[in-house]
């Protein structure tokens, strides 16, 4: 499923290390709306984002030939290097203005979540909607990230460890967790027809 | 409780649930009435899963063109042009990069899901560009040149690897299970190659086979791009699986031509004899897998993602591994598009409607070139223009 990799990704990324520059140039277009989308939610400045990309892609075009850059998922490899950058600049930065510095020197996930308004259907209350979507708001920083890099980037859990530098078993754990206390929520305070729902949505 | 967490694990759910097509609709709807007692969870499931989707955010294209140039700037490929380029210049390559982006968004961004089309299309620029030499590369990144027109690559018993029966490689074991060799063949050149497991697969011009060293899994997989002619060594217990990009031929010990050009608008294979299952990629995942019988053409259509079977004559399919084409009432148009693929020459028409003209005949390839063409013009009421090397005119 999502863990694995399709064969043609790795193709790509073979060429690549054999010194193809059109290889490079697809790998860039592949993965750059992915990566924004997951360096945005890692910090909110342009610069630093902007050159954090630029230098994973820089650092990744100079090692190649250097040293073989064997990576089971390219993607997740990206992942990594990103985060690791943005990280990097963003303690240079708090060391710049350390007064404002707080003691978090991480580069903390953050993601805004929007009332999908068309899904639910009119009948759902509004006390539902406004406790479901401060329940979301309050998942922990951790698991808002496993749940973006699960369901919207599809990584694996063995992908989304190495990414958050966690275990495979805290990835699914925390996982299950949130969406264990999110479907309590439902079950207490749903007061809508969920047939309705489903028909209104097929 | 175990089976509400059981859908957040199934890729088709929540592809289903972010974004959902017409098939995973209807499958789930399917799915539905064949498991009421479900329904709730299901419910909550795409509920939770529609509420945790991220506010969308579209990257503007100058962003991504700008950080591309600078990229570019920054790598050794920028550098050289750098210095080739007075100062003045330099604040252009912007915009040529973002004349680059917006070529390579039409081909590459079309659909961010589908990467394997994409790669496709990068591997189809490749075999147009790239230099005219048949070449194999090896998974340690060592490439061998092929040399001749009609090369064969054979791997021997003990794994060494002979080229057009005289040289004799031995190549480094492979480590990683994900390396891959390739075999490159330009248009205008053929090969033929024996695999480690005695399969034997003969390549058409602008081709790529892509094999592992060894097979080692639980299925012998290749990946082809472009058209060759497949005959598996029979091993019942480990399957033969060609996969392109829209389909995948499984096989145990038959032959079949499979033609999988990235331009063309359909994907072909053709069964000579035993029997083989032709897979649609990730199209409708509940369309049944098609079991070709010898004699029978399986079109994959790549714009209405649709396989229809039909009988055939087969030769006029798998003739060109032997060194010519056979066509019964065959339009001009694909048999001047074989023609160009195999000599890597432009054929143009004066008139468009010449195109449908069918065609019945026979054509050896392997005799002079301008000999051949003479043939199919005179045979079939054309006359010839020779252009240049590599254009000709019919009319």
């Known amino acids: 499923m999502a863990d694995e990799v399709k064969d043609d990704v790795i193709i790509l990324w073979n060429a690549f290390l054999e010194g193809d520059d059109k290889a490079f140039t697809a790998i860039y277009f592949l993965y750059i709306h992915q990566l924004l989308s997951y360096g945005r939610k890692l910090t909110h400045q342009n610069e630093i984002l902007f050159d954090s990309i630029q230098d994973v892609f820089v650092c990744l075009y100079e090692k190649r030939g250097k040293q073989l850059i064997s990576v089971s998922n390219p993607k997740a490899y990206l992942f990594v290097s990103l985060k690791n950058s943005i990280l990097k600049k963003l303690i240079q930065t708090q060391k710049l203005h350390s007064v404002e510095t707080d003691a978090s020197n991480k580069a903390e996930f953050s993601a805004e979540y929007s009332f999908q308004d068309q899904i639910i259907s009119s009948e759902t209350s509004e006390v539902t909607r406004h406790t479901l979507h401060q329940a979301i708001q309050n998942l922990s920083n951790g698991q808002k990230e496993i749940i973006f890099l699960k369901f919207e980037q599809g990584l694996g859990y063995s992908d989304i460890a190495k990414v958050m530098n966690i275990t495979v078993e805290s990835a699914r754990k925390q996982l299950y967790r949130a969406l264990v206390s999110l479907r309590e929520i439902l079950d207490k305070k749903t007061i809508f027809n969920f047939f309705y729902f489903l028909t209104k949505n097929s | ?395």
């Not at chain 2, 029966?165 to 490159?184: G, R």
């Open chain 2, 1 to 395: 409780m175990d089976k509400f967490l059981d859908y957040f694990e199934d890729q088709h759910f929540v592809d289903w649930a972010l974004n959902p097509t017409p098939e995973l609709c209807k499958f789930w709807d399917t799915y539905l009435i064949d498991h009421p007692d479900e329904k709730k969870e299901i419910a909550y499931a795409k509920l939770l899963l529609t509420q945790l989707k991220q506010r969308n955010e579209k990257e503007e294209c100058d962003v991504i063109a700008s950080l591309y140039s600078r990229i570019a700037q920054h790598t050794d490929q920028g550098k050289t042009k750098k210095k080739l380029f007075p100062k003045l210049i330099l604040p252009l390559l912007k915009y040529a990069a973002v004349a680059i982006v917006f070529l390579s968004l039409g081909i590459l961004l079309v659909n961010q899901r589908n990467n394997s089309r994409v790669i496709a299309q990068y591997q189809a620029l490749k075999v147009e560009n790239n230099e005219t030499e048949a070449r194999l590369i090896l998974s340690d990144g060592g490439k061998i040149l092929l040399r001749e027109d009609e090369s064969t690559v054979e791997y021997d018993q003990e794994g060494k690897i002979i080229i057009n029966h005289k040289d004799t490689i031995s190549p480094k074991s492979a480590s990683l299970e994900t390396d891959m060799n390739q075999l490159v063949i330009p248009f205008g050149k053929n090969s033929s190659i024996r695999l480690p497991d005695g399969t034997n697969v003969f390549l058409n011009a602008g081709s790529i086979l892509v094999y592992p060293p060894q097979f080692k899994e639980k299925t012998r997989e290749v990946f082809l791009i472009g058209e060759g002619y497949f005959e598996v060594a029979h091993n019942p217990e480990i399957p033969f699986v060609v996969k392109t990009n829209d389909i995948s031929i499984l096989a145990v010990g038959t032959s079949f031509n499979v033609s999988a050009y990235p331009t063309d608008k359909t994907v072909e294979t053709v069964l000579v004899e035993g029997s083989v299952v032709v897979k649609e990629n990730n199209t409708n995942i509940f369309r049944k897998d098609i079991e070709l019988k010898p004699g029978e053409l399986a079109g994959f259509d790549r714009e209405k993602l649709e396989t229809s079977v039909q009988v055939v004559n087969v030769n006029s399919f798998v003739a060109w591994h032997k060194g010519y084409l056979q066509f019964e009432s065959t339009e001009l148009n694909r048999i001047v598009l074989k023609l160009e693929r195999y000599y890597n020459i432009k054929i143009y028409l004066n008139n468009p409607t010449l195109g449908i003209r069918k065609i019945t005949g026979k054509l050896m390839l392997r005799e002079d070139r301008d000999r051949v063409l003479e043939v199919l013009a005179s045979t079939s009421g054309f006359s010839l223009h020779k252009i240049n090397e590599t254009t000709y005119n019919l009319n």
